[in-house]
Nanobody
Framework: QVQLVESGGGLVQTGGSLRLSCAAS????????MAWFRQAPGKDLEFVAG????????YYANSVKDRFTISRDNAKNTVYLQMDALKPEDTAAYYC???????????????WGQGTQVTVSS
């Protein structure tokens, strides 16, 4: 059972930056892809960005491309989400997830963290 622990959320003004971290207890074949999802109040869970532990290939939702950067540190089993030029619409609970497929679908991710809140004030 892979355990994921997120950190780094908080309150920031529009245009500001935050970096989220997700520490994984282990890396396995079934958790070779890491991703960030978010959920705003009253809205569905939304894919944000994903990355593979191996090659480090990454993919993004169009809404965050050019503003957010996902990266990983294999030595620390940790994935990061650098969020720049934040907007009020980025306000949400952000969840780290791991799975076997390079996919934007939350159903393809088996392991989930508890979430961290990001609030962007206007």
């Amino acid at each position: 059972q892979v355990q994921l622990v997120e950190s780094g959320g908080g309150l920031v003004q529009t245009g500001g930056s935050l970096r989220l971290s997700c520490a994984a207890s282990e890396r396995t074949v079934s958790s070779r892809v890491m991703a960030w999802f978010r959920q705003a109040p009253g809205k569905d869970l939304e894919f944000v960005a994903g990355i593979s532990w191996g090659a480090g290939a990454s993919y993004y939702a169009n809404s965050v491309k050019d503003r957010f950067t996902i990266s990983r540190d294999n030595a620390k089993n940790t994935v990061y989400l650098q969020m720049d030029a934040l907007k009020p619409e980025d306000t949400a609970a952000y969840y780290c997830a791991s799975g076997a497929l390079f996919s934007p679908s939350n159903s393809d991710f088996r392991f989930w963290g508890q979430g961290t809140q990001v609030t962007v004030s206007s």
